[in-house]
């Protein structure tokens, strides 16, 4: 499923070069495959709770554990793509800049979100659910509404960041700010993805889940 998901966002970001010879329907329904993206933050969201629960919180120890593991996962390989894109003598050389890309920050900022590895926008969602995924799960264990408030409450203090930089001083670069781009491109908008993803795993550890998703199965497939 990650490969296929994989495979559609990579078709999306190219299909400007297919579109003088596909069908006009064929490149429309191409310009829909960004869904590719919610796909791979659903399993994601999936693949981590059902394998790591709220484990990594009973110690300090394991929590550190589990986030040098997240992080091996994530930043060696970018950051050798990275140096090779700075290579180029015509992107900014600005601390600030480097600082923001080695640690995809940059993608909180609308104004650096289209500049480095732009794809890696997706990285810093992932790496921002990997940070919150066990104490999620843990909400989710006690009670899904618990998960989905903090979730909501995660939201709104984004919300608040942006806005308020951007009544203070106008928010010049675009720091959680304005609402589309926080809410399509940060965790802040998207964490919902990643809750629907965990829901099933927890569903799918439980008794009641499993006979819950045996009654809907048939007709979903269907």
Same mark, same amino acid.
Request: hydrophobic share 50%; with cysteine; charged share 15%.
């Given at each position: 499923?990650?490969?296929?998901?994989?495979?559609?966002?990579?078709?999306?970001?190219?299909?400007?070069?297919?579109?003088?010879?596909?069908?006009?329907?064929?490149?429309?329904?191409?310009?829909?495959?960004?869904?590719?993206?919610?796909?791979?933050?659903?399993?994601?969201?999936?693949?981590?709770?059902?394998?790591?629960?709220? @484990?990594?919180?009973?110690? @300090?120890? $394991?929590?550190? #554990?589990?986030?040098?593991?997240?992080?091996?996962?994530?930043?060696?390989?970018?950051?050798?793509?990275?140096? *090779?894109?700075?290579?180029?003598?015509?992107?900014s050389k600005n601390l600030d800049t480097y600082f923001l890309q080695y640690s995809l920050f940059?993608?909180?900022?609308?104004?650096? $979100? !289209?500049? /480095?590895?732009?794809?890696?926008?997706?990285?810093?969602?992932?790496?921002?659910?990997?940070?919150?995924?066990?104490?999620?799960?843990?909400?989710?264990? #006690?009670?899904?509404?618990? *998960?989905?408030?903090?979730?909501?409450?995660?939201?709104?203090?984004?919300?608040?960041? +942006?806005?308020?930089?951007?009544?203070?001083? /106008?928010?010049? @670069? +675009?720091?959680?700010?304005?609402? #589309?781009?926080? !809410?399509? $491109?940060?965790?802040?908008?998207? $964490?919902?993805?990643?809750?629907? +993803?965990?829901?099933?795993?927890?569903?799918? @550890?439980?008794?009641?889940?499993?006979?819950?998703?045996?009654?809907? #199965?048939?007709?979903?497939?269907?």
């Amino acid at each position: 499923m990650r490969a296929i998901a994989a495979i559609m966002v990579f078709v999306y970001h190219n299909r400007k070069y297919w579109r003088h010879d596909l069908p006009f329907e064929v490149m429309r329904f191409i310009s829909e495959w960004h869904i590719g993206v919610t796909v791979f933050f659903v399993l994601s969201g999936f693949l981590l709770a059902y394998r790591y629960e709220e @484990k990594p919180l009973e110690s @300090k120890k $394991s929590y550190l #554990k589990y986030i040098l593991l997240r992080i091996a996962r994530i930043f060696p390989l970018y950051w050798i793509l990275l140096n *090779c894109y700075f290579l180029d003598s015509t992107y900014s050389k600005n601390l600030d800049t480097y600082f923001l890309q080695y640690s995809l920050f940059y993608s909180l900022f609308e104004e650096y $979100s !289209v500049s /480095g590895i732009v794809q890696a926008w997706s990285l810093t969602v992932e790496f921002f659910f990997y940070l919150l995924a066990p104490l999620l799960f843990l909400l989710l264990k #006690k009670n899904w509404k618990y *998960c989905m408030l903090f979730l909501i409450g995660f939201f709104l203090m984004g919300w608040s960041i +942006g806005y308020g930089i951007h009544w203070y001083n /106008g928010n010049p @670069k +675009g720091f959680l700010y304005p609402l #589309k781009f926080m !809410v399509g $491109s940060t965790f802040f908008g998207r $964490s919902t993805e990643f809750f629907f +993803g965990m829901l099933l795993a927890y569903l799918m @550890k439980q008794q009641k889940g499993i006979q819950f998703l045996t009654k809907i #199965k048939n007709p979903t497939l269907w």
